[in-house]
């Protein structure tokens, strides 16, 4: 009886001054991996117009139809975006994407991208849906190349090392710009 | 039936009804037994499920195929990448291609990680259920660092949607490799934690050592598969029977326990686990070049920069995207040895762009009727080890 | 969520900043040290009943193991049942079948308690919009945080515990009775 419990504490006690695992989540946060697909964004050019042009491919790729666009034809004068239509109406239901990152995959124009912004509790459920103003980036933010429908040319030689990707860099090149997030809280 | 109670002592003794779920701790989601208890021993149990039916086979049918793959993650919740596995296979079945060789071996290597990982949540879970609360700490520790590995190559860390029918959505990210090697470099170290506090342990053995057994006749009529079946002694494993992908260039022994009890249950996957590591070096070792994905545009989306480019590719991604391809008509099954046992699924195809029928068979929906079976005759407290030992996922029971 | 305070708009402040002096009169100085004890309390050790119905339930798990540790912030004790509960953290699909067991559920813990609905399903329904799934679980009992996600990380899910501290925090007065 005696000889298995000390060898069960044995193994636990080991585990005392062992590096801790926890993440202080709150305090210091985890850069996530350069492919994570949390919130998306909507881009614009460097000259500040949308890039969305309203061609609903993201809402008809999207498995869980969670993404409502209502196009309308740009003012010549006054474009809104670089296409002939802009989206007038971009929501995106929180309530039902599953962040699969298909609509991202689909996107022609390369408007929408996801970012790793996970924290996102609100507390109604009319917070749920997210619309154009809330998603659309700033003008003059550098843009996020997504890497969803870019990663599939081989890597160059025939070994397991998988070449720098450009994507990749650029991501982290955007990472360093950001520079750190500052904590929330 | 003569009453054990009644018999010694001469007092008259009900049977009592026990309700067991479906929000209880140990019986893994949302399942309900009611347990017909003569005194602290079993005489019935009627397992109820359906708790967490939420229609997956149906929505496929209203979905493009490619539509699908994010559906099926959430079958079996703790190995999703197994489940997009079998789906995509079939898919791919029905179309007729063979994707590149290198998507192969990344597939396996996948496959592999998630039955680790599912396994990691039975061990923790069921030695948790018996009272080893610590060996769950240390599983969950383990799988964590599997999750990372996940999200460094999908960007979620469980229902990636990362397989495609066609290949994979992305080549590995640089460094992928080298932190695969270090995991299993150092899995086998970790898995003796558990391994010492559980499998010389008597307290553990006497809960576990005799309990629940399945024979081997049982077994083979219920249809169990996975290590249900192997702990009853009966050596069958589609990875070797049928084999698929490149198992069949792989090294790998197929654990197998005659006892049938949930100690043999336990031995088997804990060796599963081993066997995984084993497999995931050699598919590391022989890991080829070359592309991840197939080249036909009526099935892939061209490459993003092509899209932009070339009108052809725009034409095509615009196809596929609204409206996805058209697999000829017919029925295909296909199975693939996921952690819990053989999952498959049945498509019939009408020649349309969405599946006129997907029937997925999961395995734990079939190794769960061996409950009904072994679990009269044991005393109330060894019903959690025996449900936990089964490893039921309800996601995949109740679809 | 940080992309909406950023842009001014912090949808966690509910209730208004001014008090009818009827209200502040009701609120007298013992109450309100007395309220602010409570709340106090109440905030920092929430005890869960975790309600995992289905791959959310795993996440959930894994923010209460080693890797995020929620017992750092005084959430440490599971509670199955729930007389002993007063969070409720919904996380998975419900369906049907399962939303009077939800609603016995809910009924049966005491007061105060709150909700979290904890990924999509829970929600709103999520991917799933079938016969069989209940879309959202506001349909049954009331919710006070929704973590979006698929299934949310364990650090949303945390984030999320953190915004009902602020929200039970500027709650009017603490539900004493
Ligand atoms: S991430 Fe997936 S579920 Fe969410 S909006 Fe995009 S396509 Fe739809
Ligand atoms: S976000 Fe992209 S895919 Fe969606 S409507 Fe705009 S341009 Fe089209
Ligand atoms: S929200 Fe997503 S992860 Fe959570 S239970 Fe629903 S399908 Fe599963």
């Known amino acids: ?185 | 039936m003569k009453r054990e109670f009644e018999k010694d002592t001469g007092v008259k003794t009900d049977i009592i009804e026990l309700n067991m779920g479906p929000q209880h701790p140990s019986t893994h989601g949302v399942m309900r037994i009611i347990l017909e208890l003569d005194g602290e021993v079993i005489v019935k149990a009627t397992p109820v499920i359906g708790y967490l039916h939420r229609g997956t086979e149906k929505i496929a049918e209203n979905r493009a195929y490619y539509q699908v793959v994010p559906y099926t993650d959430r079958l079996d919740y703790l190995s999703p990448m197994s489940n997009e596995l079998g789906y995509v296979m079939a898919v791919e079945k029905l179309l007729g291609v063979e994707v590149p060789l290198r998507a192969q071996y990344i597939r396996v290597i996948l496959a592999e990680l998630a039955r680790i990982a599912s396994h990691l949540v039975w061990l923790g879970s069921n030695a948790n259920d018996i009272g080893a609360v610590t060996v769950f700490l240390y599983a969950f520790r383990e799988r964590e660092k599997i999750y990372d590995l996940l999200e460094a190559i999908s960007g979620q860390r469980m229902n990636n949607a990362f397989l495609k029918i066609g290949g994979l959505a992305g080549d590995l990210p640089e460094g992928w490799i080298d932190g695969v090697r270090k995991f299993i470099k150092e899995f086998p170290e970790k898995l003796k934690d558990p391994d010492g506090l559980l499998t010389k342990n008597r307290i553990w053995r006497e809960r576990t050592e005799g309990i629940g057994i399945i024979p081997r006749d049982l077994a083979i009529d219920l249809s169990l598969t996975g290590p249900p079946l192997r702990a009853s002694g009966v050596e069958r494993d589609l990875r070797k029977d049928t084999p698929y992908l490149v198992y069949d260039e792989l090294e790998f022994d197929i654990p197998v326990e005659t006892a049938g009890d949930v100690y043999a249950r336990y031995l088997v996957r804990m060796e599963e686990m081993r066997q995984s590591v084993r497999i995931i070096e050699q598919a590391i070792e022989k890991l080829p070049g070359g592309p991840v994905l197939i080249d036909d545009y009526k099935i892939v989306p061209p490459p993003k920069d092509k899209v932009y480019r070339d009108i052809p590719e725009l034409i095509h991604h615009f196809k596929l995207i609204s409206e996805g391809f058209h697999p000829p008509e017919g029925e295909v099954y296909f199975a693939v040895e996921a952690p819990k046992g053989e999952l498959g699924y049945y498509i019939v195809s009408d020649g349309s762009n969405k599946p006129y029928r997907l029937r997925i068979r999961p395995p734990s929906f079939v190794n769960l009727q061996a409950l009904e079976y072994i679990l009269p005759g044991h005393l109330i407290a060894d019903a959690v080890a025996i449900i936990g030992s089964l490893d039921p996922v309800f996601g995949e029971v109740d679809r | ?177």
């Open chain 1, 1 to 185: 009886m005696i000889g298995p419990l000390i060898k069960g504490l044995t193994i636990t006690f080991k585990y005392i001054f062992k590096k801790k695992f926890t993440v202080q989540y709150p305090e210091e946060r985890r850069e996530l991996p350069p492919r994570a697909k949390w919130l998306h964004i909507l881009q614009r050019h460097e000259d500040g117009k949308e890039r969305c042009v309203a061609c609903m491919l993201c809402a008809s790729a999207c498995p869980t139809e969670a993404i409502y666009i209502v196009g309308e034809e740009n003012d010549l004068e006054n474009p809104i975006s670089h296409g002939e239509r802009y989206a007038k109406v971009w929501d995106l239901d929180l309530g039902r994407c599953m962040f699969c990152g298909y609509c991202v995959e689909a996107c022609p124009e390369e408007a929408l991208a996801m970012t790793d912004e996970y924290e996102l509790a609100v507390p109604t459920r009319k917070d749920l849906v997210l619309h154009k103003e809330d998603l659309l980036v700033e003008p003059g933010t550098p843009p996020v190349k997504t890497w969803l429908g870019f990663y599939r040319k081989e890597p160059i030689g025939a070994m397991p090392v998988t070449r720098p990707m450009e994507v990749h860099v650029e991501y982290e090149e955007y990472l360093k710009r950001r520079g750190p997030r500052e904590a929330h809280e």
């Open chain 3, 1 to 177: 969520m940080i992309r909406l305070e950023k842009k001014g708009r912090n949808p966690f402040i509910v209730y208004g900043e001014e008090k009818s002096i009827e209200e502040q009169l009701r609120r007298n100085i013992l109450l309100t040290t007395v309220d602010a004890m409570l709340k106090w309390s109440r905030r920092n050790s929430l005890w869960p009943l975790p309600l995992g119905l289905a791959c959310c339930a795993i996440e959930m798990m894994g923010a209460f193991f080693a890797r995020y540790d929620m017992a750092r912030f005084g959430f440490e004790v599971f509670r199955f049942s729930p007389r002993q509960a007063d969070l409720m953290i919904v996380a998975g699909t419900v369906t049907r079948k399962m939303a009077p067991i939800v609603k016995r559920l809910y009924d049966q813990m005491s007061e105060p308690k709150w909700v979290i609905a904890m990924g999509a399903c829970a929600m709103a329904g999520g991917p799933y919009n079938s016969y069989a799934v209940v879309q959202g679980v506001d349909n049954l009992i009331p919710v006070d945080v929704y973590v979006p996600g698929c299934p949310p990380r364990p650090e949303s899910l945390i984030y999320g515990i953190m915004k009902l501290r602020e929200k039970i925090k500027q709650e009017r007065e603490a539900k004493i009775l």
